[in-house]
């Protein structure tokens, strides 16, 4: 088994075990997001809008303002308001102001985004099974364990 010494091409130790831990944290997410990447490209989007869309048919009807779509991300986006520019100008989402306070925009996911997610569930299905097909069950389950204690201490 290559370790990311060897993948990094990295001659010296490690600083501690700890950085091991995380920069093998780190080049593994880079991986993941890679594959995630390489999987919705033919379809257009990017993991973050991919992100974004999942989001907003969670939380359909009502939809979400910015803030509260940003703040349900899975990894940052320090402007929302243009990813949702971009995702409304290819008619995946619509944005509408509220009645009661015009500066509340709301986000929905439409026809178009729902199609889309439709689309690609098994894609993106299959392409989590690929990526943890040689780890069972428990072992999956560890590592989520383990992951969010490491998330719970920030």
Known sequence: MQTLRDEIKQNKPFTSL????Q???VRTGAVLMDDVEQLLRPYGITATQYNVLRILRGSEPGGLCRNELRDRMITRMPDMTRLLDRMEDAGLV????E???RRMVRSRITAAGLKLLDDLEDVVLSGHKRRFENMNAEQIQTLIDLLTLIRQKT
């Open 18 to 21: 700890e950085q091991e831990a």
């Open 23 to 25: 920069l093998n944290i």
């Open 94 to 97: 619509a944005r509408t102001r």
């Open 99 to 101: 009645d009661e306070d």
